[in-house]
């Protein structure tokens, strides 16, 4: 829900304004970084981290793009900038644990919960969520918005800034990569 009064209210510096803000839009961010990042305290910091961007840089929102794609870009850099800095610790926990330093290196992610997953399909989901990390980070993104998120292509595109054709593109080469991933628990009858 586009409100441009709203964002006056926040660029004049107005709380009640942010507190509203954040009231409406922190399912989405949080749900949105959840898809990408799989761990509920790591979209919980990444939720904060943009919330505090938002109020940093109101003013630097022009309205060339709908406020909610703005806030859509930043989760998504937030949460794959946060991806970037896990997988640089991990590689540096590696490292150390060559050379004898003491405490063991997590090979698999704790399971993971989504809000929008129902309990009897929690294990396909953790693994559609596992097999989802092994794509690259522009399918990962096109896939949770529209698979995730029920972002429209149109949407996505516009969140992501390119082209409808792009982001079909995108969502084929995801289906095929997941189908990879997941060729044990897919059924080739029945295609998503």
């Known amino acids: ?19 509203k803000l954040v009231d409406e839009y922190q399912d989405m961010v949080y749900n949105t970084a959840l898809g990408i990042v799989q761990q509920a305290d790591d979209a919980d910091d990444i939720t904060q981290e943009v919330f505090i961007q938002i109020y940093q840089s109101i003013s630097s929102f022009k309205g060339d793009s709908k406020f909610s794609t703005w806030l859509y870009r930043i989760t998504l850099s ?15 926990g590696f490292v ?3 050379f004898g330093a003491d405490g063991e290196e997590q090979s698999h992610p ?19 969520f596992n097999a989802l990390k092994q794509i ?32 079909e593109s995108l969502m084929g080469r995801a289906k095929a990569n997941l189908r990879t991933a997941l060729k044990k628990y897919y059924d080739i009858n029945n295609p998503g």
Not at 78 to 92: P, T
Not at 147 to 163: D, F, H, P, R, W
């Open 136 to 167: 690259p980070d522009k399918q990962r993104i096109a896939f949770t918005l529209h698979k995730l998120e029920g972002q429209s292509y149109q949407e996505v595109a516009e969140i992501m800034n390119t082209s409808l054709y792009a982001v």
């Open 110 to 128: 704790v399971e993971f919960n989504h809000p929008g997953v129902q309990m009897e399909k929690k294990e396909k989901a953790n693994e559609l």
């Open 78 to 92: 937030k949460a794959l900038d946060h991806e970037k800095k896990k997988k640089r610790k991990k590689r540096f």
């Open 1 to 19: 829900m586009e409100q441009p009064e709203l964002i006056t209210q926040l660029k004049l510096g107005d709380e009640s304004a942010f507190t």
């Open 96 to 98: 150390q644990s060559l």
